[in-house]
């Protein structure tokens, strides 16, 4: 049994519709993959923001707490400033220049905010900076802790 033309040309159609249906639904299947994978990269983004996020979050609250805590607990020679300034020990400098006197800062650290000090201008007659004047005398040069524990009694 021979086909006719017409019905040769409805079966070809046909099949070409079924194939046109059959790529729709493959290209829809592949377009719904797509927009999965999309959505799961998405939430992976996400979570990693959020754990980015975080992580500094708690970088930063470590960082604070410890610079609070720095700047809280007292300096090494707290005690040994406090008993130079009580004895009347002073410290005469230059401390944006002179790199003695940032030098003799620098060996108190914290604890320098309890030493008695004064740019060199406010007493006439300094030639050296630092100088330190205790009883009456002057020790020009920085001094070692040493030498002003012997000088005003004030233990290290």
């Given at each position: ?7 040769k040309r409805k ?25 999965q994978v999309e ?94 004047v205790i009883n ?21």
């Amino acid at each position: 049994m021979e086909l006719s033309k017409r019905e040769k040309r409805k079966l070809k159609l046909e099949r070409l519709r079924q194939e046109s249906q059959e790529s729709q639904k493959e290209y829809e299947q592949r377009l719904e993959n797509q927009k999965q994978v999309e959505q799961q990269r998405t939430k992976s983004s996400k979570a990693k923001y959020y754990i980015l996020a975080a992580t500094i979050a708690v970088l930063l609250i470590a960082g604070t707490a410890y610079s609070v805590y720095s700047i809280a607990k007292p300096g090494p020679y707290d005690n040994f400033a406090k008993c130079l300034s009580e004895k009347g020990a002073v410290m005469y400098g230059a401390m944006e220049w002179c790199h003695f006197t940032q030098g003799q800062r620098a060996m108190f650290g914290k604890s320098f905010k309890y030493v008695d000090y004064h740019e060199f201008p406010e007493l006439p007659g300094i030639k050296k900076t630092p100088t330190w004047v205790i009883n009456g005398k002057w020790y020009e040069n920085a001094q070692s802790f040493e030498k002003l524990s012997e000088v005003t009694g004030c233990k290290i």
